[in-house]
């Protein structure tokens, strides 16, 4: 079993950045991937930036956003930078095993104001 905690959405102005952190804990092991999804209103959830082998993110991210890792803390983080309004969504962390299993954080609010 992995649970995950996102932290680090909030309110912010456009052109701002904001840091979203996700600690894994459980059984860190099995983790061989983890990725930001994110799910806008009325939109359906979208992967925004996945690290594993190598780091890719979404068009739409690309140049803004960076995914990294602190092993030591067993935490992954997405620096977002140039905010727009059309990132405001709910950012989810995910964690796939060397099994294909599937974990998922509850989320956490990402609002951005023009």
């Known amino acids: 079993q992995v649970q995950l905690v996102e932290s680090g959405g909030g309110l912010v102005q456009a052109g701002g950045s904001l840091r979203l952190s996700c600690a894994a804990s459980?059984?860190?092991?099995?983790?061989?991937?983890m990725a930001w999804y994110r799910q806008a209103p009325g939109k359906q959830r979208e992967l925004v930036a996945a690290s594993g082998v190598k780091t890719n993110y979404a068009d739409s991210v690309n140049g803004r956003f960076t995914i990294s890792r602190d092993n030591a803390k067993n935490t992954v983080y997405l620096q977002m930078n140039s905010l727009k309004p059309e990132d405001t969504a709910v950012y989810y962390c995910?964690?796939?095993?060397?099994?294909?299993?599937?974990?998922w954080g509850k989320g956490t609010l990402v609002t951005v104001s023009s």
């Open positions: 995910n964690a796939r095993t060397y099994l294909g299993q599937d974990y």
């Open positions: 459980g059984s860190i092991e099995t983790i061989k991937f």
